[in-house]
């Protein structure tokens, strides 16, 4: 597996600035500059907090907002190390890049792009000299390779504070080479050049993915190493990720694409609604979903992507597929619009949902791990009945024993436990780390412990207690693996980090007694509750009880798992987003 990008983490910190002023940095961007005590080191509610801190180029902010204009409801709770977002109906949040950061003046600059609508930049247009802000953020910085010869920097509007605070700060002593598209020349900015950069200038509306694409495969390719950074539209960056993974063959560490903003596709008046337009509102069918996964499974996205006005029986015969089992499918995925037939019927080309499933994220919703935890769900009711696991009566095994013989399925377990790094600063603070010498770690989430451990300067010896394919997935995960036992065996503490998020209660039973015959101390890292700002935090449950045949496990339900494997629950850690730290003490 390819290693994982290399970010430092932040404590996650709910501050309150207020407006200094406003400039117009050009008639498309303005300027808000924010100020206040809590950019400094300060204490709320008994709790001290550090100063704020966004070393990297495009660090992230969430500004928080209120759709009612009551944003002291929307605030989340502020917790020791990080935050819990609670519910709350009217919440807007929007990310945002510091274009500067002015510690000694107690300054943070934020830009908004003037285009009308949204909630941040409506925010910003009336802002006032004394308005307040709240905001989290950032949960890390990007830490960039040591050893380049360029950097090329890619973007739509939205990327210019980024760009302007790259080449500000030049965190990297390299030639950059930037390319921005804008809609009108009113949106050029003055950058900071030296000797060796260029600058690309491009016309072309917001979200306009050929143009984008156009003018990256245009860019020329420096000599030496490189790296590549994008921000702009999320559909408009598909064809750019593509061509970057796949044509000049990057790799993911010398690649960064973030989708900046979604556009909104216009709604269909109802004067225009056609008996082809997506259904009603309601219980949706699962027709649509099958139909993309096999459009996937057989190649057709992307063979579509990579020859635009195939024709259906080209496209069949390319494939390998039967004519009349292509003739079945594509009406659905025209329908749907994953692809489109041309006018004149002779070709086709992805839609707008199917330029999507070029994204390996939103392919992997289909056909990975996630996918087939949905496909078991066609056994729910016989599970309910019978008090088993949906993935069991699917599979034939548990999903433990599943991914203990399949590294790819381990990896995706691996891949979803990264963001748990964030989260983790409430547990690596803890004092039960004084004088621990020796961690036992186990579960998916071990990476990202023993990369939180790393960011919080604890450096105890660590032992992975992983066998088969886990192991092999993990030893290209874990920072510095030749410095680490591979083997189970005593230890001061140790961390099962979502190590139970696959296993039965029986499972479970069994990897806690094997690790009381290990060490005195233990703590579990498990999602107890859904996150708080997750749109399927209503189906996190029935996702959990999918794989374990067990519902998301409270304090409640672990601290019944403990006593039956010889712990005592002695405390709660709560991390935020849903997450908590459990430790526990050998009875």
Known sequence: MAAQRAYTTHPLVLRRVTVRRVEEVTPRMRRVVLGGEDLAAFTRNGIGHPGFAAPGFDDHVKLILAADGDVR????????????????????????????????????????????????ESWSAAAREGDELWFVGPKSSLRLPER????????????????????????????????????????????????????????????????????????????????????????ALLPVRRYLQRERKLPKDRVNITGYWHREEPAVPEAEATADAAPAPGIPSPLPWLAARAALQLGVVDA????????????????????PGIAVLLPLLAAYDVVVVDADGSGLRLGAAGEELLDDHEREEYTGHEADLLLALAHLAPALRDGTSPWRLASGATLHDTVADDAERYGELVEECEQLVFLLTGLTADPLWEGVKTCLLTGPGSASMAAALDDAGRRP????????????????QVPAPDRIDWTG????????????????????????????????????????????????A?????????????????????????????????????????????VLRRA
Do not use: C, M, N
């Open 148 to 235: 380049l010869d360029w950097i090329q920097l890619v973007g739509d509007e939205t990327a210019l504070p980024a760009i302007g605070r790259f080449l500000d700060e030049r965190p990297l002593d390299v030639p950059a080479h930037v390319l921005v598209t804008v809609p009108d020349d009113a949106a050029r900015q003055e950058l900071a050049l030296r000797e060796g950069d260029t600058v690309t200038w491009v016309l072309a509306e917001p979200g306009d993915a050929a143009a984008l694409e156009s003018a990256v495969r245009a860019l020329p390719v420096p000599a030496g190493e490189g790296y590549v950074w994008a921000a702009a539209e999320s559909r």
């Open 73 to 120: 409801a929307a605030l989340p709770a502020q917790l020791p190390h990080g935050i819990e977002w609670t519910p709350a109906e009217h919440r807007l949040t929007r990310d945002y890049t510091p274009r500067r950061v002015d510690l000694d003046a107690g300054e943070l600059h934020l830009d908004f792009v003037v285009h009308g609508e949204g909630p941040a």
């Open 538 to 582: 209503a189906e996190a449950a029935l996702h959990a009880f999918t794989a374990t045949g067990s519902p998301l496990r409270d304090s409640a339900a672990l601290a019944v798992l403990a006593e039956r494997s010889g712990w005592q629950v002695e405390r709660t850690v709560a991390l935020g987003w849903g997450a908590e730290a459990t």
């Open 461 to 476: 010896r660590l032992r992975i207690a992983e066998e088969g394919a886990p192991a092999e997935v993990l030893r290209g």
């Open 304 to 323: 579509v992507a990579d020859t635009p006005g195939l024709s259906a029986d080209a496209l069949a015969a390319r494939l390998g597929v039967p004519g």
């Open 489 to 536: 065996g005593p230890a001061d503490v140790a961390v099962a980090a979502k190590a139970l998020a696959y296993r039965t209660d029986e499972e479970a039973v069994r990897l806690l007694t094997r690790l009381a015959a290990w060490t005195g101390t233990a703590v579990l890292v498990e999602a107890s509750r859904p996150d708080g700002l997750s749109p399927h």
